[in-house]
């Protein structure tokens, strides 16, 4: 499919050092420390190898809606893809951007103190200050309006983003934004896409965010339809603007 621009990619405003790695249809956008593209690269090709390989041996594993098992001698990174998978009833890919984000981070972690790796609105990060992600809602009134804080220093975390309305990602659901914090960026995005296929319209929100309440590893969520908002957990809103974005 043609390359979508993102847009949103010109929002960020840190001290960060920032640049973009592309390796066929994997595009990350990073910022760390300092310049680690060619790290970053080297790292993100791996990944992809790793996944292509066993995709190979199990062509399933790519095209399931339900949770796949993975084979005994599979990578550990489609161990966790499967296991985030089967704990909210997704197909095994719909942790595939967050494992991707994640790898390349952790990498990159060898060389920096701090990293952010967003694969096409799912986010893996490590930061000793607080950052604030700008939410990309699509045609919602609210898109580009509020921001998440992430507060927790000097750990992984993990913001994922699911849309009904918004990329070419598949989503059973309407929701403009399904967004989850959690301890895992593999988690996070397979948790969105969960909560995502569940909101339909404004009144599935409540409902659907109380599914993942209490779930381990869950640090917060929130989902957007349109002008309505809902939210639970360590999902701290700030209003942003143009100029602050970061």
Known sequence: MPHEERTYRRW??????SFEVRVEESDLCISADRMLSHLAETALRSIRRTLEEYIQRDPAFATALEPRDPSHDAPDVVRQMA???????????????????????????????????ENGGDIFLRSSRPRVSAIFAGASPLSGQLGIRISRLDQDIGLCTSSGTVGPSLSFGHADAAIVLATSAILADAAATALGNRVRKPEDIAPALETLRGTE?????????????GAWGEIEFVPISRSDRS
């Not at 960020?12 to 050092?17: A, G, T």
């Open 83 to 117: 296991a985030a998978a089967r704990s909210y009833g997704v197909g095994p890919m719909a942790a595939v951007a967050g494992a991707v984000a994640q790898y390349v981070g952790q990498t990159l972690l060898s060389e920096t103190r701090q990293v952010i790796v």
């Open 217 to 229: 590893g869950i640090l917060g969520a929130a989902a957007i339809v349109g002008d309505q908002l």
């Open 12 to 17: 960020p405003n840190s001290e960060l050092c």
